[in-house]
């Protein structure tokens, strides 16, 4: 059964720091894909970062670029985002996904959150200005 822990989330004023963690079990395919999306009340879920293990391919949204890492400890079954530089605008609960859909291998889908089957709970960031 696969499974996903995302923690990390709190409070922190703008221009802050946070690191997220996400702890997965239960992938017994080697081609996987992993990452962070989030949402605000609204708005649709959006992914942040994605990687990809068949290529260690990793993928950043926009917003995220120059900010965000998305990094791995494979000994850990750990993902990370650390996330520097925050702004309000980041406030949003985020949650840790994963796929073993080939859809989800592509650069074009990568990101989308209808190739990601696998999701664990939210952990909610809060950016105060």
């Known amino acids: 059964e696969v499974q996903l822990q995302a923690c990390g989330g709190g409070l922190v004023q703008a221009g802050g720091s946070l690191r997220l963690s996400c702890v997965y079990s239960?992938?017994?395919?080697?081609?996987?894909?992993i990452g962070w999306f989030r949402q605000v009340p609204g708005k649709e879920r959006e992914g942040v970062s994605c990687?990809?293990?068949?290529?260690?391919?990793?993928y950043y949204a926009d917003s995220a670029k120059g900010r965000f890492t998305f990094s791995s400890d494979s000994a850990k079954n750990t993902v990370y985002l650390q996330m520097n530089s925050l702004k309000p605008e980041d406030t949003a609960v985020y949650y840790c996904?994963?796929?073993?859909?080939?859809?989800?291998?592509?650069?074009?889908?990568?990101?989308?959150?209808?190739?990601?089957?696998?999701w664990g709970q939210g952990t909610q960031v809060t950016v105060s200005s």
């Open positions: 990687f990809t293990r068949r290529d260690a391919g990793t």
């Open positions: 239960g992938f017994d395919f080697d081609d996987y894909a």
């Open positions: 996904a994963a796929s073993f859909r080939p859809g989800a291998f592509s650069t074009w889908y990568v990101m989308t959150e209808d190739q990601y089957e696998y």
